[in-house]
Structure formats: C-alpha cells, structure tokens
C-alpha cells in the first residue's frame, strides 16, 4: 500500500498589493491567505482536507510596453493538510524465522480515529508575464511559475487506538491477543511527530484581478492566485505506518513496534 504525498495545490484569496509604478518598474509588496492544500494520495477509507494557508513578498515587474510586463520577486508561503479516518487497516507481509523453520505471516495493523496534520513553509521565486490595462484603475492578470525551495516541514498524528495482530500465511492462525508479541489492543497510543524531507517545488502560477489607483505612482492589487505544484515533493520509496519486526534476537518472544508515521 502507498502513501505518497504528490502535489501542492495552493489557492490564494483576498490578496492585497500595494504596489509603486513608474512608467517602466513596478515595485510591489503584498500579502495574500485563504485555501492551501497538500495533495497525496490515500486510501478510499481516509479523507484529505486542505488547510488555510497564506504568505508574503516582494515582487519586481519591468513593462516592455504600457500593456505588457516580466515579473518576478521573493515570496514565502505556507500550506497545510489534515488527513482523517474513523477506522483504518494496514495489512503487509513478513518473514518470520522460527527455530525449526521460516514462515510468512500477515502483520495487521487497524488504526481507530487516526489525524494527521501537515504542513510546509517555501521560498518561492516567481518568472511570469503580466497584462494590464490602461488607466487609473487597471485590470491586472499574469501567468507564469514558480520555483520554490523548501524551508521546513512537519506533521502531527494523533491515534485513538490501535491494534495490532499477525496471521500465519501457510496456518491460516492469527495471533491478536499476545502483548508480549506487541500484538494487541492500545488505547493510549502517544502523539506522534516529525520532521518532512522535501524536495524542490515546481508549479504553475495563475492570477487575475484589479489595480486601484490611490495616486500617481502609488496602487492598490487585489485579486485571486491560483498556484499548482506540478512536481513530487516528497518522493522518497513507500512505507507502513506501523513497521513490525518479529525477529530482534532471531526470538519470536521479542518482537519490535516501530512507529513510522509520515507519508511517502
């Protein structure tokens, strides 16, 4: 089973620029915040839902022509994700090493309200053209990309209970009650946190919206942005959620739970 955390989708509302044009330069600073997604892929038993995201920056626009302009700048940007479902279950295969002989078994794993929150912060860079119009009040419009390079990442997970069982692949006997294997019920699973590797960001950048003219040289920008990450963040190779190891010590009386939460 895969987990695998694949896109961003950024959605940016009520955006306001304050922006200082000569007849050939613009300089602008804005702010802008509203709905942020980080998009994976999951089971059909869980949902994604995006977070509110927002961010800040510095842009620069040179205009070739009254109409026409080449923008780019600095912008910061924060995005989030909560991942949920009522019930859950991870089930894959092991090799276990007994004293006489090998078997495989099933290690299942049934989560109960499992939460998962995420979250990344970006450098970006942004490379687009802009349309305007003429006049105290414009129409502004651009479209181009945005190269963003990570700064942090993390999530959070939170379990209500978990249980864990294995069943012998050959046998068909399913051991679900043996705390000493680490294969029962919990209830008091701990929180769970860590830190997101993630790569370079590359994505399509969409807005549109009004200029308002508060002088001369001095304007107001607000409007609506559209960013989509068009590459693999996360890209690392699948893994459980729960990874069970029956064989420390080559013992099947001392199995190891190692918690590995995360999505990759």
Same mark, same amino acid.
Not at 126 to 154: D, E, I, W, Y
């Given at each position: 089973?895969? /987990?695998?955390?694949?896109?961003?989708?950024?959605?940016?509302?009520?955006?306001?620029?304050?922006?200082?044009?000569?007849?050939?330069?613009?300089?602008?600073?804005?702010?802008?915040?509203?709905?942020?997604?980080?998009?994976?892929?999951?089971p059909?038993?869980?949902?994604?839902?995006?977070?509110?995201?927002? +961010?800040?920056?510095?842009?620069?626009?040179?205009f070739?022509?009254?109409?026409?302009?080449?923008?780019?700048?600095?912008?910061?940007?924060?995005?989030?994700?909560?991942?949920?479902?009522?019930?859950?279950?991870?089930?894959?295969?092991?090799?276990?090493? +007994?004293?006489?002989?090998?078997?495989?078994?099933?290690?299942?794993?049934?989560?109960?309200?499992?939460?998962?929150?995420?979250s990344?912060?970006?450098? /970006?860079i $942004?490379?687009?053209?802009?349309?305007?119009t003429?006049?105290? /009040?414009?129409?502004?419009?651009?479209?181009?990309?945005?190269?963003?390079?990570?700064?942090?990442?993390?999530?959070?997970?939170?379990?209500?209970?978990?249980?864990?069982?294995?069943?012998?692949?050959?046998?068909?006997?399913?051991?679900s009650d043996? #705390?000493?294997?680490?294969?029962?019920?919990?209830?008091?699973? $701990?929180?769970?946190?860590?830190?997101?590797?993630?790569?370079?960001?590359? +994505?399509?950048?969409?807005?549109?919206?009004?200029?308002?003219?508060?002088?001369?040289?001095?304007?107001?920008?607000?409007?609506?942005?559209?960013?989509?990450?068009?590459?693999?963040?996360? $890209?690392?190779?699948? #893994?459980?959620?729960?990874?069970?190891?029956?064989? $420390?010590?080559?013992?099947?009386?001392?199995?190891?739970?190692?918690?590995?939460?995360?999505?990759?």
């Amino acid at each position: 089973m895969k /987990h695998i955390m694949k896109y961003t989708i950024i959605v940016y509302l009520l955006l306001g620029t304050i922006q200082l044009q000569a007849q050939t330069h613009e300089f602008s600073a804005y702010a802008l915040g509203g709905l942020s997604s980080i998009q994976y892929s999951a089971p059909t038993s869980m949902k994604v839902a995006g977070g509110f995201g927002g +961010g800040a920056g510095f842009g620069y626009t040179y205009f070739m022509t009254p109409e026409w302009g080449i923008s780019t700048g600095l912008e910061f940007s924060l995005s989030s994700a909560t991942l949920t479902a009522d019930k859950f279950r991870d089930v894959y295969p092991l090799l276990f090493r +007994g004293t006489t002989k090998d078997e495989m078994l099933n290690f299942i794993s049934d989560f109960v309200g499992y939460e998962e929150k995420q979250s990344a912060t970006y450098l /970006h860079i $942004p490379l687009t053209l802009r349309f305007q119009t003429t006049g105290t /009040h414009k129409f502004q419009a651009g479209a181009g990309m945005k190269v963003g390079f990570a700064l942090s990442g993390s999530y959070d997970v939170v379990i209500k209970s978990l249980s864990t069982s294995a069943t012998f692949q050959q046998t068909g006997v399913t051991i679900s009650d043996e #705390a000493q294997h680490a294969l029962t019920t919990n209830s008091d699973v $701990p929180p769970y946190s860590g830190d997101l590797s993630l790569g370079l960001n590359v +994505g399509i950048a969409i807005d549109a919206g009004m200029r308002w003219g508060l002088s001369e040289k001095v304007g107001l920008y607000t409007g609506v942005y559209l960013d989509y990450g068009v590459l693999n963040i996360l $890209p690392s190779p699948t #893994a459980h959620l729960v990874e069970y190891d029956p064989n $420390p010590g080559k013992l099947w009386e001392c199995p190891q739970i190692i918690f590995t939460f995360y999505w990759v």
